[in-house]
């Protein structure tokens, strides 16, 4: 029957075209896991050149001329993870975009940065703050949850899995500020393990 | 515009037009530009459909300057946004008593 046919086809045509040019669809997997992968890393080295299983590093009783050398070391470490993931992130988004004959940066892309940056801004502020002040214990913390609000603040924006994972990063961030001392723990199960399998669960499901 | 059969609209009975009020029904407004990269369509065919759903006035053009570059963008008009609605739940209805 022609008509019928015809109208769910519609159907299907007016979802689809709604949900391309809202949804940001050009994240991959991948991504997550090399991601998770960087963030082992780096929290070994952080774990092994660093890190002080004390609660006292929330007060700072160590010299401070002392400890501002490694925490310099620590933000050179925090800033090669990060830049590596984004531009995993990016190249990786590029390919399959070009894939799927689609152009990166349109009005799907846009909203999801804008969505992402606003919390991320405030949170990397908000650490800077932190360092400044001398509380070193809460930089594990702060940034799993400012990284997990700004998850699910994107997440109407791009593939529905990613708000859980936001969900996650937020109740890791909370034990981990309660847990004070533990936070470099914490911080590679969430930005490590998490990404991980989040990365093989989506590359998996949208991909294969 | 009348209505043709069942509450259904011709105006959008072809795929590009469809095409075009699905993106505009969730976007607040679109360049050209995006429009012609979601539909697959060349500049032609793209102007003369939008040229169609602006006489209806089902959509409604923006045009500005953006760094002394002229920069056109679309939005669906309220009219749009009914008709297509109507359209969607007379495609609901259509699918569901063929069941």
Known sequence: MKTEDKYIKDITEIRSMMERSTKFLSLSGLSGILAGIYALVGAYIAYRLFYVNNENIVYNTIDRQEISAEVGNLIILALAILILAVGTAVFLSQKKSQKDGEKLWNSATQRVVINMAIPLVTGGIFIIILLSKGLYGLLAPASLLFYGLALVNTSKFTFEEIKSLGIVQIVLGLLASYFIGYGIFFWAFGFGLMHIVYGIFMHQKYEM | MKVIIDGLRK????????????????????????????????????????????????????????NRKPNTRYFMTKQGKKAFEEHIMALEKLINSHK
């Open chain 2, 11 to 66: 105006a959008f009975e072809s795929r590009v037009r469809l095409g075009i009020m699905s993106a505009l029904a969730v976007n607040d407004t679109l360049e050209f530009t995006a429009l012609k990269e979601y539909l697959d369509v060349t500049d032609g065919n793209l102007a003369s459909h939008i040229k169609a759903l602006e006489k209806e006035e089902f959509i409604g053009v923006k045009k500005s300057f953006v």
